[in-house]
């Protein structure tokens, strides 16, 4: 398994100093809602056994959208999914520990012409609402799991991506007034009482039901 690991990162290395945009990703926080609670897709580093978003590259072709349609697709099987741009996540220090550059010096796989993982990234976010029900989450070559988790049992993630799903989560509620939250949260056919758990589930407080 981890020869296969090893196989794989060498030649997406390779391919990505060919194709991908350097010190740029996408990460995407990928939210659904079940059972009157709002869930948030991770997955868990093959490598280090942290968590973290969904997230990838830029191919030198691709716009930021296509890239984190393309992540969200792979990742969810699902092609008609709301998204929103949120935030650019540009400190300097935000990829410090992540371990790439002293992994690749093991694999003796970095070299001058080729740190392009241990560079520094900024990454875009996007948000995302899906259905949970329609999705069969799907791990990327370098996670050994992807799955839902319950907001409120999430602890630290990997990198600053903490931060990332903490302002996810704030331009969600900021956007529930105008934007189509129900509609991409909930099935195709709802009640206004779930509608009503929903938005209060979102804003972490109850409403008025006369008012709602």
């Known amino acids: 398994m981890m020869d296969t690991f090893y196989t794989t990162f060498r030649q997406f290395l390779d391919y ?6 350097p010190h740029l990703s996408v990460d995407c926080v990928v939210f659904g809602f079940h059972r009157s609670r709002l869930r948030v897709l991770l997955l868990k580093n093959r490598h280090n056994g942290q968590w973290g978003l969904p997230g990838g590259f830029v191919g030198k072709t691709e716009s930021l959208e296509t890239a984190a349609s393309r992540v969200l697709r792979e990742r969810t099987g699902l ?9 650019v996540f540009s400190e300097p220090g ?3 520990g992540n371990g790439a550059e002293e992994f690749m010096r093991q694999e003796g796989v970095l070299s001058e012409g080729n740190n392009w993982l241990a560079q520094r990234f ?3 976010g996007f948000y995302a609402l899906v259905d949970a029900a329609r999705v069969t989450p799907q791990p990327d070559a370098f996670s050994e799991e992807c799955t839902w988790w319950d907001l409120a049992a999430i602890g630290p993630l990997m990198l600053d991506h903490s931060q990332i799903l903490e302002k996810a989560l ?8 105008y934007e189509p939250i129900g509609y991409n949260l909930l099935p195709e056919k709802f009640t206004m009482p779930e509608l009503q758990t929903l938005y209060e589930t979102i804003l972490g407080r109850k409403l008025d039901r006369r008012n709602f």
């Open 16 to 21: 990505a100093s060919q194709n991908l945009l």
């Open 79 to 87: 092609d008609d999914i709301f998204l929103q741009q949120f935030h």
């Open 94 to 96: 935000r990829s410090d």
């Open 122 to 124: 900024l990454t875009v």
């Open 170 to 177: 704030a331009t969600l509620r900021l956007h529930l007034n």
